[in-house]
C-alpha cells in the first residue's frame, strides 16, 4: 500500500519569503512522486515529478523538490513567494505496476501576505 | 482546445435523483480516472479506465457507474443521489505510468 502524509494543512509566508512545503510517502516499492498545484475552481496541474532520475526536480513558476530515500520525503520549495503562488498543493505517490494510480496526500494550502 | 472537458461545471439537484456527468479528452491518452474532492479538498480516487476497460474500482457504491464507450471517453452515472455525494468530481487522463495526469475543471455537484 502506499500513503503520503502532507505536513500542515495551511502554511502562510510573506512575499519574498521561503516557501517550504512538506511530504512525506510511504511505499513498498521505489516511488513516483509528483506535486500539483490547484488554483481555486480550477483542476490540478503539475508542478514537477521525480520518476527515479535526479534527485533534486526542478518544475514550474521556480518550484523544485528533493527526493530523500532515508527520510522518505520530497518536500517542495521555492525561494521567494509570489502572491501569485496562492493555491492548494498536492503532493501525490504513484502505484506504478499495470494497476497504475495516483494517491493524494490531504493537501496544503498556501497563502501568500504582502 | 481543451485537453480534459468535462460538463456540466455545475450540477445542482434534490436527493434521489440520477445524474450523470461527462468526460472527453482528446489526448489520445488509453488511461481515464475519475476522483472525488471533498470539502475538505481531499482528493480520492473513484474509477479508472484502461483502453475502455475497468481496472480501478475503490470501493465506490454500487449507485455510481462509470461507462466508456470509446477510450476518449469516461462519464460517471450516479444513480440515487445522496447528500454525502456532494463534492467536486475531477476527471483525469494519463498517457503512462510516469507521465503527468491531465485533469479536468472538475464537476461541482452539490445534493439537497
Known amino acids: 500500500a502506499q500513503s503520503v502524509t502532507q505536513l500542515g494543512s495551511h502554511v502562510s509566508v510573506s512575499e519574498g519569503a521561503l516557501v517550504l512545503l512538506r511530504c512525506n510517502y510511504s511505499?513498498?516499492?521505489?516511488?513516483?512522486l509528483f506535486w500539483y498545484v490547484q488554483y481555486p475552481n480550477q483542476g490540478l496541474q503539475l508542478l514537477l515529478k521525480?520518476?527515479?532520475?535526479?534527485?533534486l526536480v526542478k518544475g514550474i513558476n521556480g518550484f523544485e523538490a528533493e527526493f530523500k530515500k532515508s527520510e522518505t520525503s520530497f518536500h517542495l520549495t521555492k525561494p521567494s513567494a509570489h502572491m501569485s503562488d496562492a493555491a492548494e498543493y498536492f503532493c501525490a505517490v504513484s502505484s506504478g505496476g499495470s494497476n497504475y494510480k495516483l494517491t493524494f496526500g490531504k493537501g496544503t494550502l498556501l497563502t501568500v501576505n504582502p | 482546445d481543451t485537453a480534459v472537458s468535462q460538463t456540466p461545471k455545475y450540477l445542482v439537484t434534490q436527493m434521489g435523483n440520477d445524474k450523470s456527468i461527462k468526460c472527453e479528452q482528446n489526448?489520445?491518452?488509453?488511461?481515464m480516472y475519475w476522483y472525488k474532492q471533498d470539502s475538505k479538498k481531499f482528493l480520492k480516487i473513484m474509477f479508472s479506465y484502461n483502453n475502455k476497460e475497468l481496472i480501478i474500482n475503490e470501493t465506490v457504491p454500487n449507485r455510481f457507474s462509470p461507462k466508456s464507450p470509446d477510450k476518449a471517453h469516461l462519464n460517471l452515472h450516479i444513480n440515487s443521489l445522496e447528500l454525502g455525494d456532494s463534492a467536486v468530481y475531477f476527471c483525469?487522463?494519463?498517457?503512462?505510468?510516469?507521465?503527468?495526469?491531465?485533469f479536468g475543471s472538475g464537476t461541482q455537484l452539490s445534493v439537497l
Open positions: 483525469a487522463s494519463t498517457g503512462g505510468m510516469v507521465e503527468k495526469l491531465f
Open positions: 489526448l489520445g491518452h488509453d488511461t
Open positions: 511505499s513498498s516499492v521505489p516511488p513516483y
Open positions: 521525480y520518476t527515479s532520475a535526479a534527485t
